[in-house]
């Protein structure tokens, strides 16, 4: 079965950086497209950071320019660098893929920014 495994949140300054992963297992992870979206407090959830099969990728506007999506296929791993962040950053981030007619998503990993 799918199984999607976020860490690599926290607490960090305005302005600092973190790295999140995304552990998948249970599909042929080389073949399928991996996407990061996060929920604030109160919001619905969005879409942040998406990676193709392929390695092409695409951000939303609100973090072009200061994260940074990857993938490591012989780790089955796909990875969101931020830097530069800001307090508006501050939810919950998913790791998700799109299987067939089929959402799967993680559990999610909390950043928090904050002085």
């Known amino acids: 079965q799918v199984q999607l495994v976020e860490s690599g949140g926290g607490l960090v300054q305005p302005g600092g950086s973190l790295r999140l992963s995304c552990a998948a297992s249970?599909?042929?992870?080389?073949?399928?497209?991996m996407n990061w979206y996060r929920q604030a407090p109160g919001n619905e959830r969005e879409l942040v950071a998406v990676i193709s099969f392929a390695g092409s990728t695409n951000y939303a506007d609100s973090v072009r320019g200061r994260f940074t999506i990857s993938r490591d296929n012989t780790k089955n791993t796909v990875y969101l660098q931020m830097s530069s962040l800001k307090p508006e950053d501050t939810a919950v981030y998913y790791c998700n893929i799109k299987k067939g007619q089929t959402d799967y998503w993680g559990k999610g990993t909390l950043v928090t920014v904050s002085s």
């Open positions: 249970g599909f042929p992870f080389s073949f399928y497209g």
